[in-house]
């Protein structure tokens, strides 16, 4: 399995960004694809999760309301659309594969897209 995230860059606070995640390696079906990200010195936490062919979402508390993740099965990518960015947003963005619901261990990790938000 391969995740490639793409995406990333340098935004002002209250803008916006759309992240992108291309799976390859295998089929989804039964996945959950998860976004995670991790600021400078602090550790790695959850952001959003997607059921590959359920489409059910789950948010972290700190996203609801300005970032949506969302799925195009065809292209097998998966997306993160980031509204309202705060400068505490800024971080390190991975996606991330997992048969099954989780919103910590994942069985597969792509490299990581940066994100900074500027005040």
């Known amino acids: 399995v391969q995740l490639q995230a793409s995406g990333g860059g340098l935004v002002q606070a209250g803008g916006s960004l759309r992240l992108s995640c291309a799976a390859s390696g295998r089929t989804f079906s039964g996945y959950y694809m998860g976004w995670f990200r991790q600021a400078p010195g602090k550790e790695r936490e959850f952001v959003a999760t997607i059921g590959w062919i359920s489409g059910g979402t789950y948010y972290a508390d700190s996203v609801k309301g300005r970032f949506t993740i969302s799925t195009e099965t065809v292209k097998n990518t998966v997306y993160l659309q980031m509204n309202s960015l705060k400068p505490e947003d800024t971080a390190v963005y991975y996606c991330?594969?997992?048969?099954?619901?989780?919103?910590?261990?994942?069985?597969?990790w792509g490299q990581g897209t940066l994100v900074t938000v500027s005040s």
């Open positions: 991330a594969a997992n048969v099954g619901f989780s919103r910590s261990n994942y069985d597969y």
